[in-house]
């Protein structure tokens, strides 16, 4: 059975960093065709945040290229995102999926990033 946790998320003052991590169980990171973070503000839609192919590319969304970088780490059957430089609108719930043949079709239950101005 296919399970992804997130953690790491909390509370920070904007300006500071948090890094989620993202525990895949069940199949091998290696066999996703890509990883990615995405979240959800009150009220708002679920939208893209960063992603990681099999082969180590990378993907960010605008508003966090420069701040945020996500990697993986295949021994340990995680993926991470350290969230640098955090401000108030990166406040939100951030899921972790993965993707098979392109489309994603797995995802955790989210984690909570709130930062404080």
Do not use: H
Request: proline letters at 2%; a positive charge.
């Amino acid at each position: 059975q296919v399970q992804l946790v997130e953690s790491g998320g909390g509370l920070v003052q904007a300006g500071g960093s948090l890094r989620l991590s993202c525990a895949a169980s069940g199949r091998t990171l290696s066999t996703y065709t890509m990883m990615g973070w995405f979240r959800q503000a009150p009220g708002k839609e679920r939208e893209f945040v960063a992603a990681i192919r099999s082969d180590g590319m990378t993907y960010y969304v605008d508003s966090v290229k420069g701040r945020f970088t996500i990697s993986r780490d295949n021994a340990k059957n995680t993926v991470y995102l350290q969230m640098n430089r955090l401000n108030p609108e990166d406040t939100a719930t951030y899921y972790c999926s993965a993707a098979v043949a392109g489309a994603y079709k797995y995802w955790g239950q989210g984690t909570q990033v709130t930062v404080s101005s």
